[in-house]
């Protein structure tokens, strides 16, 4: 009877808020992933796209904007800025001799400025804004919020989506050519250039999204990207650099990780904990789980 009571009150509640996290988590993962899958670039500014996202439901909602509408503005919203980073930053020191370095400090600094400019127009004080969807529901003795539960449903849904676009229609072939061989795929016809600016802004659209998703359930902070992107870089290493379906279950394994773990141990140690996972990956698996886009 105890270890049902135990199951019920504390161990599901836990998977659950852990499929909340990692859905989310997942999202801004898969941004990583198809970013470096097709640019080869590690964009260290991810997070701070997380937060805008997240800024975004806080400054468009005080200004009367339906959150459910939030979920499809956002990252329309965010698409020029994308843009104008991959075309005015990324692009002008791509083709470096030192490309990987030299394109990690520049969004690495964009990211610094990016949190500073998100302190200067909402203040350093955390923000949260009300619960678009408030209420719960028993199943088999289990409580379900609402919220995290449609967030569940939404995220695992725009996953689907993202991995047939990917594998299963026209544009997810030119852009899985273009992470393979951009001049072959270039001499066939593939508008690389515009492909590249459109994965780019696709990848930051999901993180926007992401924010929105989990603002009404966590604290929105201007640092809050940061903190982010650690967990979302740990997926990508863990499932292959550049790999969708590797971000999927490394982000389903590593939310459960830190959420069940906090169960036993203090919740500042789930974060070391999920680390020491990322390098005993590095150490005896450095590839990843799978393959990456375009050689999977």
Same mark, same amino acid.
């Given at each position: 009877?105890?270890?049902?009571?135990?199951?019920?009150?504390?161990?599901?509640?836990?998977?659950?808020?852990?499929?909340?996290?990692? +859905?989310?988590?997942?999202?801004? *993962?898969?941004?990583?992933?198809? #970013? !470096?899958?097709?640019?080869?670039?590690?964009?260290? $500014?991810?997070?701070? !796209?997380?937060?805008?996202?997240? !800024?975004?439901?806080?400054?468009?909602?005080?200004?009367?904007?339906?959150?459910?509408?939030?979920?499809?503005?956002?990252?329309?919203?965010?698409?020029?800025? *994308? #843009?104008?980073?991959?075309?005015?930053?990324? %692009?002008?020191?791509?083709?470096?001799?030192?490309?990987?370095?030299?394109?990690?400090?520049?969004?690495?600094?964009?990211?610094?400025?990016?949190?500073?400019?998100?302190?200067?127009?909402?203040?350093?004080?955390?923000? %949260?804004?009300?619960?678009?969807?408030?209420?719960?529901?028993? +199943?088999?003795?289990?409580?379900?919020?609402? /919220?995290?539960?449609?967030?569940?449903?939404?995220?695992?849904?725009?996953?689907?989506?993202?991995?047939? #676009?990917? /594998? %299963?229609?026209?544009?997810?072939?030119?852009? %899985?050519?273009?992470?393979?061989?951009?001049?072959?795929? *270039?001499?066939?016809?593939?508008?690389?250039?515009?492909?590249?600016?459109?994965?780019?802004?696709?990848?930051?659209?999901?993180?926007?999204?992401?924010?929105?998703?989990?603002?009404?359930? /966590?604290?929105?902070?201007?640092?809050?990207?940061?903190?982010?992107?650690?967990?979302?870089?740990?997926?990508? #290493?863990?499932?292959?650099?550049? $790999?969708?379906?590797?971000?999927?279950?490394?982000?389903?394994?590593?939310?459960?990780?830190?959420?069940?773990?906090?169960?036993?141990?203090?919740?500042?140690?789930?974060?070391?904990?999920?680390?020491?996972?990322?390098?005993?990956?590095?150490?005896?698996?450095?590839?990843?789980?799978?393959?990456?886009?375009?050689?999977?």
């Amino acid at each position: 009877m105890e270890l049902l009571e135990y199951i019920q009150y504390v161990l599901a509640p836990q998977v659950l808020n852990g499929l909340t996290v990692g +859905v989310a988590l997942i999202l801004v *993962a898969l941004g990583l992933t198809i #970013i !470096f899958g097709l640019l080869d670039v590690l964009n260290m $500014s991810h997070g701070e !796209f997380y937060a805008v996202g997240a !800024f975004l439901t806080i400054g468009l909602g005080a200004m009367g904007v339906n959150f459910w509408a939030l979920i499809v503005l956002a990252p329309i919203l965010m698409i020029p800025l *994308a #843009i104008a980073v991959e075309r005015f930053l990324i %692009r002008k020191v791509y083709d470096g001799a030192d490309r990987h370095v030299t394109t990690l400090l520049v969004t690495f600094g964009l990211a610094l400025v990016m949190e500073d400019v998100l302190k200067l127009i909402f203040g350093a004080n955390p923000h %949260r804004p009300e619960n678009p969807l408030p209420g719960a529901s028993e +199943v088999l003795g289990i409580v379900f919020p609402h /919220y995290r539960f449609l967030l569940i449903i939404v995220g695992a849904f725009i996953i689907l989506v993202i991995s047939y #676009i990917v /594998y %299963r229609t026209k544009l997810g072939s030119m852009v %899985r050519a273009a992470a393979y061989d951009r001049n072959m795929a *270039a001499s066939l016809g593939v508008p690389v250039g515009l492909i590249y600016s459109g994965t780019f802004a696709f990848g930051v659209g999901l993180a926007a999204l992401a924010g929105v998703l989990l603002a009404p359930i /966590y604290s929105v902070f201007p640092t809050m990207g940061r903190d982010f992107i650690f967990m979302a870089f740990s997926v990508v #290493i863990i499932g292959g650099m550049g $790999s969708i379906l590797g971000a999927v279950v490394a982000g389903l394994l590593l939310a459960q990780i830190s959420s069940l773990s906090s169960l036993f141990i203090e919740p500042v140690w789930t974060d070391p904990i999920v680390f020491g996972v990322m390098v005993i990956f590095l150490m005896f698996r450095p590839q990843g789980l799978f393959g990456r886009i375009g050689h999977a």
